[in-house]
Each structure stands twice: as structure tokens, then as C-alpha cells.
């Protein structure tokens, strides 16, 4: 049966429905990035809020503001902004229920003035991002904003916007013009201190068009940090088939999820919020510790096992924790690297949590791709292993692990594996990496040669010596042999 809401009352037979009348919810956020992330996560959040106390004045307006997300506009305009939520977990069959918290899609290469007239409408109290950790425009050593030729050219007298940040600099604007009261930008990207870099990069945006704006939004904008955590891979053909073959439900675009959800956010919204602690979601004065756990043990976690299982042969992240090897290197990177980095974290048992994480990637039914987690490494890498990196050196500790990953991140860069297949990399780099790592017999160091990447670390003998040593044994033995080695310190 076709996801519609004339099905709903059919559908409910079989999965779990919105228990709240959605033609009564009104817009209150706007979403800018609506993918399978945010789907999962800040969606239905909002959705169980509903669920338990009926509709209100936080229904979220989704917007897409690149050509990539016209798939996106048709699936959500074809069922009413109406989707399904997987939850699959192992040994367990998959749990699904239709989220209706989204009741409007915006396409802005379409009609950007349409998501104008959203972001301008005073009951839109919030605007939300996951726009990926590239779409700041920070400079990935510095932390600073840098304005490329896209941007120059969005902010000249009489352009139209086109970014995230171009539509949020026009849109607050026109508020500040009008008198309304401006909207608070709340990041969900895995981003470290992703409030702060969200006010950095608005606040430097608005004032390449004028320098008053910027500072208004400095002094007016409210810009929570968040942490968010769930494991979403993408929604594959049979998933769909699935969802139709064993519930009866026809979407053109579910969502698959692990069971686990994490969200910590800094109460600092001057416009007021939902109310957000009635469904779990954790509300604090400072989300560093939890940033900062998060970052190092799961996504660094993820980049400790994407490239090396990928040349070692496997495609899922479950494959690889189950590759006793493997595991036991994840572990200790996990206890004796990353963990020591981190200050308390309140109310977390981090023992407990990095067990967790290990059960959550060996999760065979969400079938995690290692494709998916080797994507866009130059983003992630940076902002998730290397401040694990420069604090061990820094307080003159072993990094042996985290060279590891790095030297598995430039055999990976190179795009052929151990059997001599293409890789496709997915990466905006990808070209340069590509051709410092294929330097390597003639400078072993060429892959860290950006600083923009890497900082001084080829000039830190305690990364070199291990990188250097790493990289010449994934050429050498391979990188299972390599990981199997590492770990018996031979």
C-alpha cells in the first residue's frame, strides 16, 4: 500500500502511525539538508514529542538547496512529506514506523523564494543544518572561514542565494529589515563545537555583504552546540522491498537506522524550543565532554576501521568486527589513544560506552558500508582522529595507532586495493591525495604535505617514525597483516 495520508488508517494496522492530527502541526522549523540522518534523528524526535503531546508549533519544513536533492523533493512531495523509520537490529526483526513530523519540502534551485518566505515567517522560531562537515567553508587547520570563488560570488550586490549559509544571510536579513526577531541556527553536522563554527561561518558570510548584519547576528542569534548519534546507513532497493514485502508498506524512500539514539544539546535557544526532554533528548550548559567522546570513539572509531578493512578486503562495517584482529585494534586504540584525551563525562560510563560501540558496529542487519565511512575522509579525519593525535603528542604520549589509520587513509587515497581493483574515493580531494600518496617511494611524507589537512605532524618524528613504518608494511604484508602486527608490537 502506497505511503499516503489517505493510507495512514490502513498502514496503522500493520505499523505504528502519527497518533497526532498533522494537519494541525505548524511550522516551526526549517531544516536546511533533509537526508537519511536527520530523517532518523531530529525528525523523529519531533515525532515522538507529538506522539505524546499532539501537535504544536514546531513542524519542521524540510529544504534542499543543491540539484543532488531533487530525488529528495520528488519522494517527499510524491507522500506528503510521510516517510517510514526502519529500526533494524540483530537478531530481532526490523521495527518500523511512518514519521509525519515533516509537513512541507522546499526545493530551492526550483523556487528559492519559496523557502525564503519560510525562513522569513515569524512562527519559525528555529533553523536547523546537516549540511556535512565540508559545507562550513572553515579552513580545517586554523578553524577559520574561508570565503572560496561560490561565496564572493553569493554575496555581490543583487545575487541570488544558493548555499546554506547565502539563504540564512538573506533570510536574517530581511528579519532584522522587518523587526522581526531572528531565528536560532542550531548545526547537527559532526562538527566539533558545531554551534560556535555555524555562528563563525554565518557571522563572516553576512559581513563580506555588510558589516552591520554580521554584527547583529553576533549579538542576536542564538547558536547551540549539539552532539547527535545514530548510525544511518543508505536506504538500499531492498530495504524498500522489505518494508513492502513483510509490512505492506510502498515508500519510495524509508530510512534504516540502528536502535541506539544520542542527542546533547546547549540550552541556549533566545527564541524559544520544543520541549525536547519529554523524548530523551539531553539538554545541557556544555556539550564539549559529550562532543568530544562522540568524535573520538565513534567517528574516529569508524575512520580507525573504514580504510584498513576496506584493503583488507571487506565492504561492511560489521565484517570487520568480526575479524578478531581488527577488533582488538579498534579496542586499544579506543582505550589507551583516544580515551585518555578526554576529560569526565558526565553521567557516561566509558567503559560501558566504548563496549557499546563495538556491538553497535557489528550490527549486522544495518549493513554500515565501509564505502559510506571512507567517504570524504579529508573532512572527517581531521576533525575527528588528529586532536587525539596532537593532545598525545602534545603530552608526549604514543600515537602509533592513529598513524596507523592515517597511513590506511593514504594507501586508501592511492584507488587501487590489494588485489589491484579501482576504488572509487569519494572525496573533494580526492586528486591531490591521490597524487601525494602516489609520491610515496620518493617522499614517504608527501601524503601530510597540506597543512591544511595535517598541521606540522610531518615534522613531529613521534607520528613520522610510525606512519612511515605503517605505510611501508600496508604495501608490504597488507593491511590485515599489518593490523595483526601492530597489535602483537612486532
Known amino acids: 500500500m502506497k505511503l499516503t495520508p489517505a493510507n495512514l488508517p490502513a498502514i496503522a494496522a500493520r505499523v505504528p502511525v502519527p497518533r497526532y492530527d498533522r494537519s494541525r502541526l505548524r511550522a516551526g522549523i526549517v531544516h536546511i539538508g533533509v537526508g537519511g540522518f536527520h530523517r532518523a534523528h531530529q525528525a523523529m524526535y519531533l515525532d515522538a514529542l507529538f506522539n505524546e503531546s499532539g501537535e504544536g508549533p514546531f513542524g519542521i519544513i524540510g529544504v534542499g538547496v543543491r540539484p ?25 526483526p526490523p521495527r518500523p514506523r511512518v514519521i509525519g513530523s515533516v509537513i512541507d519540502y522546499r526545493f530551492a534551485p526550483d523556487a528559492p523564494e519559496t523557502v525564503l518566505s519560510a525562513l522569513t515567517d515569524p512562527a519559525v522560531r528555529i533553523v536547523s543544518l546537516t549540511i556535512t562537515e ?6 580545517q587547520t586554523t578553524g577559520e572561514f574561508e570565503a572560496d570563488a561560490a561565496v564572493l560570488a553569493e554575496v555581490r550586490d543583487g545575487a541570488r542565494p544558493t548555499s546554506a549559509f547565502g539563504f ?91 536502535p541506539f539514539s544520542q542527542w546533547i544539546v546547549e540550552d541556549r535557544f533566545p527564541s524559544g524550543r520544543p520541549p525536547l526532554e519529554r523524548v530523551g533528548v539531553r539538554f545541557v550548559d556544555d556539550v564539549e565532554p559529550y562532543e568530544s567522546m562522540k568524535l573520538r570513539l565513534l567517528n574516529a572509531g569508524h575512520q580507525a576501521l573504514c580504510h584498513l578493512g576496506y584493503l583488507a578486503g571487506y565492504r561492511f ?8 584482529s581488527f577488533v582488538r585494534f579498534l579496542r586499544a586504540y579506543m582505550e589507551e589513544e583516544a580515551t ?17 560501540l563495538i556491538e553497535r558496529f557489528s550490527n549486522p542487519e544495518i549493513s554500515d558500508t565501509l564505502a559510506r565511512l571512507c567517504a570524504d575522509a579529508s573532512d572527517r579525519i581531521p576533525k575527528f582522529l588528529l ?6 603528542l602534545a603530552a608526549g604520549k604514543d600515537v602509533r595507532r592513529s598513524a596507523l589509520v592515517v597511513a590506511g587513509w593514504a594507501r586508501y587515497a592511492q584507488g587501487v586495493d590489494e588485489q589491484g581493483r579501482r576504488i572509487d574515493v569519494v572525496d573533494r580531494r580526492r586528486g591531490d591525495l591521490a597524487a601525494r600518496a602516489a609520491r610515496r617511494l620518493t617522499d614517504p611524507l608527501a601524503f601530510l604535505e597540506d597543512e591544511t589537512l595535517f598541521g606540522d605532524l610531518r615534522f613531529q618524528p613521534a607520528f613520522v617514525e ?13 593491511a590485515r597483516a599489518t593490523v595483526e602486527k601492530w597489535e602483537s608490537h612486532t
Open 466 to 478: 610510525p606512519f612511515v613504518r605503517a605505510l611501508d608494511s600496508l604495501h608490504s604484508i597488507g
Open 134 to 139: 565540508g559545507g562550513y567553508h572553515v579552513n
Open 317 to 324: 562495517a560489521h565484517e570487520v568486527c568480526r575479524d578478531p
Open 387 to 392: 586532536p587525539v593525535v596532537h593532545d598525545r
Open 68 to 92: 543532488e536533492d531533487a530525488p529528495m523533493r520528488d519522494a517527499m512531495r510524491d507522500q506528503s512529506a510521510l516517510y517510514t523509520l526502519v529500526e533494524k537490529e540483530a537478531n530481532r
Open 340 to 356: 585518555p584525551t578526554l576529560g569526565p563525562v558526565p553521567g557516561v560510563d566509558l567503559p560501558a560506552y566504548r563496549r557499546q
Open 168 to 258: 540564512l544571510t538573506e533570510a536574517l536579513a530581511r528579519r532584522r529589515a522587518a523587526g522581526t526577531e531572528p531565528f536560532t541556527v542550531m548545526s547537527c553536522d559532526n562538527v566539533p563545537q558545531n554551534g560556535r563554527i555555524a555562528q563563525r561561518t554565518l557571522s563572516a558570510f553576512a559581513r563580506l555583504r555588510d558589516e552591520r548584519l554580521g554584527e547583529w547576528i553576533d549579538r542576536e542569534v542564538g547558536f547551540p552546540n549539539s552532539m547527535v548519534d545514530r548510525i544511518t546507513p543508505v536506504t538500499t532497493r531492498l530495504d524498500r522491498r522489505r518494508l513492502l514485502d513483510e509490512f505492506g508498506v510502498e515508500d519510495s524512500w524509508p530510512v534504516v537506522c540502528e
